[in-house]
């Protein structure tokens, strides 16, 4: 029966980091079936799922890695994977952005709107240069929910930061901010 683990390692950055990871635990038998990895402000950061075919049990896992790094370099953390019961969000996924001034704050506002909502943070990234900030997320907005009603109480919750703020449906942010991408949306349309 296979075995499956979720892992997270951090560790300050450096060039061969995911190698050595993915070498460690394909070497231990590891399919690896899903992966998220960045770096933010010289700290890298990867979580990834991994299949056994084998028994291999997570301490062994957390060693292989470990011994692939310096002594205290690396934070690993190997966790069994447990399939959710219930996603967290179900309904359509939207892309937000907010740009403007960067100050204390901003996130416990957003976070706790889109909580408070039942708007699942998919992905979330956000970049400062000098004093601006650019805030880019995916998000799951249930369908019972008002879009344009969301998207005002949004702009209100976010207005004492002054920030410019969208939540556009996915495939209209791709249309309006890739090249090609419409002729990628028709055609998906004309397929289905």
Same mark, same amino acid.
């Given at each position: ?8 390692? =951090? !560790? ?8 050595? @990871? ?26 990834? !799922?991994?299949? +056994? ?11 292989? !890695? ?14 069994? +994977? ?13 892309? *937000? ?8 704050? !901003? ?6 709107? *889109? ?5 699942? @943070?998919?992905? =979330?990234? +956000?970049? @400062?240069? &000098? ?15 008002? =879009? ?5 109480? *949004? ?16 495939? *209209? +942010? ?5 090249? &090609?991408? @419409? ?10």
């Amino acid at each position: 029966m296979e075995q499956r683990y979720v892992i997270s390692v =951090l !560790i300050a950055d450096r060039v061969g980091i995911l190698s050595a @990871i993915t070498a460690a635990v394909t070497d231990l038998g590891a399919n690896i079936v899903g992966i998220s990895q960045t770096v933010e402000q010289g700290y890298f950061t990867v979580i990834m !799922i991994v299949a +056994f075919a084998q028994p291999v049990g997570p301490e062994a896992i957390r060693h292989a !890695i470990l011994n692939r790094f310096d002594q205290d370099e690396a934070s690993v953390l190997v966790r069994p +994977f447990q399939a959710q019961r219930q996603a967290p969000g179900t309904g359509d996924r939207y892309v *937000l952005t907010m740009a403007g001034r960067d100050r204390p704050g !901003i996130l416990k506002a957003l976070t706790g709107y *889109l909580a408070g909502k039942k708007i699942n @943070i998919e992905d =979330l990234f +956000f970049r @400062i240069v &000098g004093d601006k900030v650019t805030h880019v997320g995916e998000v799951t907005v249930p369908a019972q929910l008002d =879009l344009k009603q969301t998207q005002d109480e *949004l702009r209100a919750v976010m207005a004492p930061f002054a920030l410019v703020v969208n939540l556009q449906h996915e495939n *209209l +942010f791709r249309a309006t901010n890739e090249v &090609g991408a @419409i002729r990628h949306l028709l055609r998906q349309t004309n397929h289905a």
